[in-house]
């Protein structure tokens, strides 16, 4: 299986893509692609496909982490260049999302309406894991967070007249069930990476050898943080490629902790499992 970083905040030196807040992985398996998650803007998901000479029509699928802009802006574009694509995801991608600071509040969700993404795609939205491909798995909802979630504060949803907490029930990862063992990629982990881990563990019996992607540790505490270090070291611990949304401080802890396995994972990225 082959795992390509097509869209980070971060792109790799020299490398032509282009980078930006977001975050997109081409995933390869027995000559079929997915598409996860499509970057904030279309313009660089469609400039770094050309630069990977990978033609929209060569994928074979796409699945969302979740609805924020950043892993979903680039959608409408992509489904206009490759309309009619089997599209995974949780169904609560369609509940609308806002980020609020004092009184300026915005959406961060998808972009498009539910009519105009049932025109585009041919939508597999569904909170049970799902196979996309064989051996290429949504985890489905990650309903049980003992753990602290992978939170902004600024995040919400509509509550009746007012705001509530986002809840995140969106929020999925991949599973790659590859020969170098699970490979576990993620959008932004906002139900936690603890409680991502726990998981994946009880829906696909084993561990990942490797994480990629965000994981929203930049609220983390220092007790979070141990715990997480501990948990991953009972793991193995896996090979460590966390980028976007991860936070410097988080990954300067886990580096300091858990020195030659973490990995830098910016645009231009191409891991083979
Ligand atoms: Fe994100
Ligand atoms: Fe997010």
Excluded at 72 to 88: A, C, I
Aim: aromatic share 4%.
């Amino acid at each position: 299986m082959k795992v390509t970083c097509l869209v980070d905040n971060a792109v790799q030196t020299r490398s032509t893509l282009w980078g930006e807040h977001g975050l997109a992985f081409l995933i390869e398996a027995e000559g079929r692609r997915v598409l996860f998650d499509t970057g904030a803007s279309g313009a660089v998901l469609v400039h770094n496909l050309l630069e990977v000479k990978t033609l929209p029509d060569s994928i074979t699928a796409v699945a969302l982490s979740h609805a924020h802009y950043d892993h979903t802006g680039g959608l409408s574009v992509f489904l206009e260049l490759r309309p009619r694509l089997p599209l995974y995801a949780h169904p609560d991608l369609l509940r609308e999302r806002f980020s609020r600071r004092e009184e300026d509040t915005r959406s961060v969700g998808l972009r498009l309406t539910e009519p105009s993404l049932r025109s585009l795609a041919d939508l597999h939205l569904n909170a049970a894991p799902q196979e996309i491909l064989p051996g290429v798995w949504t985890t489905g909802e990650i309903a049980e967070r003992p753990e602290p979630e992978g939170r902004s504060p600024h995040h919400c949803v509509r509550d009746g007249e007012g705001w509530a907490p986002d809840p995140y029930r969106d929020d999925i990862a991949l599973v790659l069930d590859s020969p170098a063992g699970l490979v576990l990629v993620c959008g932004c982990c906002h139900a936690g990476l603890l409680n991502t881990l726990a998981h994946v563990q009880r829906t696909f019996g084993r561990d990942p050898a490797a994480i990629l992607g965000g994981a929203h540790l930049g609220a983390a505490d220092q007790a979070h943080l141990r715990r997480l270090i501990e948990t991953l070291r009972l793991l193995g611990p896996p090979a460590l490629l966390l980028n976007h949304c991860t936070g410097l401080t988080a990954h300067l802890a886990l580096a300091f902790a858990l020195d030659e396995h973490i990995q830098p994972c910016p645009a231009g990225t191409v891991l083979e499992f």
